[in-house]
């Protein structure tokens, strides 16, 4: 069974940085960045594919990059300009949801002054 292991999130100022990583038990394609903010539902933020090729939902477009080091089975998530909204627990998965495997416990992003 794939199974993911979410770090990096934190408490950072509007404007700031932060670098996630997801560790993954197993080999996987297509990785996804997903994140569920209070009182939402969980929404897909990029996904990238076995040969790197990212994609990323219009709301983080230019501010976020995802990137793998397949090696290491290891997913990131570059988080920049960071912005109140961005707040949510950020999760890792498979990047289409016919592929997803059960939910690790995500890491918390706060972004608030």
């Known amino acids: 069974q794939v199974q993911f292991v979410e770090s990096g999130g934190g408490l950072v100022q509007p404007g700031g940085s932060l670098r996630l990583s997801c560790a993954v038990s197993?080999?996987?394609?297509?990785m996804g960045w997903y994140r569920q903010a209070p009182g939402k539902q969980r929404e897909l933020v990029a996904r990238?594919?076995?040969?790197?090729?990212?994609t990323y939902t219009d709301f983080v477009k230019g501010r976020f990059i995802i990137s793998r080091d397949n090696a290491k089975n290891t997913v990131y998530l570059s988080l920049n300009n960071l912005k109140p909204e961005d707040t949510a627990v950020y999760y890792c998965?498979?990047?289409?949801?016919?592929?997803?495997?059960?939910w690790g416990q995500g890491t918390q992003v706060f972004v608030s002054s």
């Open positions: 197993g080999s996987i394609w297509s």
């Open positions: 998965n498979a990047g289409f949801l016919g592929q997803l495997s059960p």
């Open positions: 990238i594919t076995p040969g790197g090729s990212a």
